[in-house]
Every structure is written in C-alpha cells, then in structure tokens.
C-alpha cells in the first residue's frame, strides 16, 4: 500500500512571494491533515478535511493561508504572501476515519525556506 | 485543548541500554500514537495506543488513560532508534495535540 505522498520536498522562497504543497492521502482514507512543524517543535494542526469538506480550520491562518481538497482526495496548501515566519516543514497525514481506526499517516513532508 | 508533557527532552544511551520515555496529557483522550522522527524528519508510526499495552519488537508502550499518562519503552537500544521520539494524543474530532519530543541519541 503506497503511503501519504508530498511534492515539492522542498521549496526557497522569498518574503512576500507564494507558494503551494500538493499532498495525495493513501487510497481510501476519508480524512486529511496540514501540519506545520518548526524546527525544535512538534507538529501543529493548521486544518482538517473529513472528505472534501473542512472538519476544522481554526488554527489556519487565513489571511495568507488557504487550503482545498477537490473531490476529497488530493489537497493543495497555498501561502500568498508568504513571511518570514512561515518557515517550517509542512506536513500531510491521512486517516481512515471515521470508516474505522483514527490512527493518523504522514507524508514526509515540505521543507520551505522563506529569505 | 490539551496540554503535553513529554520527559525527558533529551536523552543519551549507550547502545545497548534500556529507557523508558513518559508522556503526560492533561484532559481525557480518545486518541493517542507514538512516533519516531528519523533524522530525516519522516514521522514513523509506532503505535496507535488509547489505552492498554501493545508490544513491537524492541518497542513497547503502555497507557493509563484514567492516570492521563503513556510510556514508551526502549530495549537493547540500537544506533538507528536515534531521532526524536513524540507523543500525540487526540480528542474530539480525533485531532492530534504533539509535545515537543524527546530527543533520543544512540552512540556505539
């Protein structure tokens, strides 16, 4: 079974510019998951779909950012205009739930770097 | 939300050695997994373990829901379990809450 896919693993960046994650979930798996992991932390939820619908999106910051998950399967997460402070790895996890177990799978992740 | 503690932030072993790493949550949890961040900053599954005991190898982990705390333990230590070890329970809509890890270095 093939896990969580991410693209790009990493990405430069500078101020003010905008960037965009892809992230494909495992097959079948109705909920998805953005995480922002900076350096030293562990990861935090910035939203959650439950197919293609938002479960939880308070701690997004939607000034600048959005996320969407057409046809609840890929998902796609913008930054525009991106800060300083939004580096940070990205990552992606997917979940079977609510069909059966809630155990979450990441992806590895986007690595971006804002100069 | 919930609040995590994860002891000790760091740890250095000798291969070989046992540890044991403590997670304390503080609201009750339907939800709870262990992960290894390896070096290259994937997040492995360990467990997915809301209460009881469940083994893997080397690996094991225990949580006491109604105590609001899970442990996980490390035997014969290996050079590639380095890396950092979270915990992540979850309530209401099965939401992962993540301490800030416990950094484990293995040395031969």
């Known amino acids: 079974e093939a896990g969580v896919a991410q693209s790009p693993r990493y990405k430069i960046i500078e101020k003010r510019q905008s960037v965009a994650f892809w992230c494909n979930p495992i097959?079948?798996?109705?909920?998805l998951y953005w995480y922002q992991q900076i350096l030293g932390q562990g990861p935090k939820l910035l939203i959650q779909f439950q197919n293609n619908g938002v479960v939880d999106d308070s701690q997004l910051p939607k000034d600048r950012f959005s996320a969407e998950r057409l046809k609840g399967v890929d998902s796609t997460l913008k930054i525009q205009p991106a800060k300083l402070e939004d580096s940070a790895v990205y990552l992606c996890?997917?979940?079977?739930?609510?069909?059966?177990?809630?155990?979450?799978?990441f992806g590895p992740g986007t690595r971006l770097t804002v100069t | 939300g919930i609040q995590v503690e994860q002891s000790p932030p760091d740890l250095i072993l000798q291969e070989g050695a046992n540890s044991t790493l403590r997670c304390n949550f503080s609201?009750?949890?339907?939800?709870l997994q262990w992960f290894h961040q390896n070096p290259w900053g994937q997040l492995i599954n360990l467990f997915y373990?809301?209460?009881g005991t469940k083994q893997n190898g080397r690996l094991s982990a225990t949580t006491v829901a109604t105590e609001r705390y899970s442990l996980l333990y490390i035997s014969s230590s290996q050079t590639t379990d380095s890396g950092v070890y979270f915990c992540a329970p979850g309530a209401g809509s099965y939401q992962l809450t993540f301490g800030k890890g416990t950094k484990l270095s293995v040395i031969p």
């Open positions: 609201d009750s949890v339907n939800n």
């Open positions: 996890a997917s979940s079977p739930y609510p069909a059966s177990s809630y155990e979450q799978y």
């Open positions: 373990i809301p209460s």
């Open positions: 097959s079948g798996h109705a909920t």
